[in-house]
């Protein structure tokens, strides 16, 4: 049995991938930054707050890293309309997605800030900086550095679970996809271009985010220079 390959339908469909590549895009880009705020907040918690806020917190990451996202989106969307708050799909996908990122990003934030050598603390207090200081101007700042090639692939898997927000109606690639195939029965080139768009969105992601490290982080710059030239 011979299969003809047929990428005709491109011609037809590409405003449509277009479509799907911008929500998919646009959903990420959403979701990273007040995941990322959300991630360093629970890791400040953790590290500093009282016992009950610890408790709380670390409930909430194995609550969310120990379940699945499509589980946690069909919450937001299905389970919230069934008690008629219904939320839009746009919505949904990047409330799920924000707080699926911030509980990875808490814990790998909270790697970053119990790897700070005690002795830069100490010093700060000396010099009567405050608690929100410390935390603001050497704590923070130096997590991140170190913790930022982490961070980087976190926020592409992030990216990349996008596709499963197809589940809930949402128009991104995955799901311009799965229309495309049920219209031309051409799955496996639909899929194909899609894969081939995926790739290309996730190593652009990661270009721009580690060209945004290099300029915040210059050590982070010379460091990955100076292993080249090794």
């Excluded at 050497?138 to 990349?160: C, D, G, N, T």
């Excluded at 596709?163 to 031309?184: H, K, P, R, W």
């Excluded at 190593?203 to 710059?221: C, N």
């Amino acid at each position: 049995m011979s299969y003809q390959f047929d990428f005709s339908f491109l011609s037809q469909y590409w405003p449509d991938l277009l479509r799907g590549v911008w929500w998919t895009v646009r959903m990420a880009l959403l979701a990273m930054v007040p995941g990322f705020v959300a991630g360093v907040a629970l890791a400040i918690g953790r590290i500093h707050g009282s016992a009950v806020v610890l408790r709380m917190i670390g409930a909430y990451i194995e609550i969310i890293r120990n379940t699945p996202l499509v589980l946690q989106v069909f919450w937001i969307f299905f389970g919230l309309a069934a008690i008629r708050f219904h939320v839009a799909a746009l919505v949904a996908a990047i409330v799920a997605l924000v707080i699926n990122v911030s509980a990875y990003t808490a814990e790998i934030m909270r790697a970053g800030l119990e790897s700070i050598h005690g002795g830069q603390i100490e010093a700060a207090s000396c010099l009567a900086l405050t608690r929100r200081q410390v935390l603001w101007y050497i704590e923070i700042p130096q997590a991140v550095e170190k913790m930022y090639p982490a961070l980087v692939s976190q926020f592409i898997l992030m990216m990349l679970a996008t596709s499963i927000m197809s589940q809930i109606s949402a128009e991104e690639l995955t799901g311009v996809a799965d229309l495309i195939q049920s219209f031309t029965f051409r799955g496996f080139e639909a899929y194909a271009v899609i894969a081939i768009l995926y790739l290309m969105l996730a190593s652009a992601l990661r270009w721009v985010l580690l060209a945004a490290g290099a300029w915040l982080f210059p050590r982070l710059k010379a460091g990955v220079a100076a292993g080249g030239r090794k």
